[in-house]
Structures are given as structure tokens and as C-alpha cells.
């Protein structure tokens, strides 16, 4: 296991960490619309957990096993599980509903949430 980047975050930093991401997952190998990919998968995750949860709030990313792994976690009330079993976005009338959607389209998605906080971990194939 090889640690790219480790924090806390809130609102007014998710550009920062996107942009950290970004980085990170280029150094680790990612190009392309896989890079791509892969971020705006994470740029959801965090976005939801500044909407949606509570602090603290956080931001692992590694590799492992050929694998580059983003975990976002967050002290909030957990996802209702119909929200994660969507196989379909919101209609375009609604707000939000799309961003776990779109997450488990751009990347391998586990969810662990209830009460105590959501951690929802992120993984792409590196080439």
C-alpha cells in the first residue's frame, strides 16, 4: 500500500482537493478520461459529504494491488439505502440524486453508512 494523500476537508476546500486528487492520481499512473473518470467520481464523494454529512470529514487516497483507491468519509446520518440502490439518475427536475449514480458508473463504488457517518470508497484500475 502506497499513501498518496491523507486530510480533513470542508466546503471551502474541495477545489483544493480536487486539484490535489487530480494530481496524485496522475503521479500514480491515471491519464486520460480514466483520470478524468476517476475525479469527477471523487469530486462527487466529496461534495456529498459536505451537503449531505458532518464533520469531520475526510480524504484518503492510495494505491494497492494495482488499484488506485479514494476513501471519503464523514460523521453525518447515513444514505438512506434507497438512494444507493439507484439504477438510474434523478429526473433532470430534481435536485441532487445523481451523484451516487454517476459515482458507480466512473469507478468501483463500496458504501459503509448509518448513523455514526458514511465512508464510501472509490477504486479505478491504474494501467
Known amino acids: 500500500m502506497s499513501s498518496l494523500l491523507t486530510l480533513d476537508f470542508e466546503l471551502g476546500s474541495i477545489t483544493r482537493v480536487r486539484h490535489l ?10 491519464r486520460g478520461a480514466a483520470l478524468e473518470d476517476f475525479v469527477l467520481a471523487v469530486h462527487e464523494a466529496l461534495t456529498n459529504a459536505v451537503r449531505h454529512g458532518l464533520p469531520p470529514r475526510g480524504i484518503a487516497l492510495w494505491t494497492e ?18 438512494a444507493l440502490d439507484l439504477d438510474y439518475p434523478s429526473t433532470r427536475f430534481d435536485f441532487g440524486g445523481r451523484g451516487l449514480w454517476l459515482m458507480n458508473r466512473l469507478a468501483k463504488r463500496d458504501v459503509r453508512t448509518g448513523p455514526g457517518g458514511t465512508i464510501l470508497r472509490l477504486c479505478t484500475k491504474l494501467p
Request: net charge negative.
Open 65 to 82: 494491488s494495482g488499484l488506485l483507491i479514494c476513501e471519503v468519509s464523514d460523521a453525518g446520518p447515513g444514505i438512506p439505502a434507497k
Open 21 to 30: 486528487v487530480t494530481e496524485s492520481a496522475r503521479d500514480a499512473g491515471l
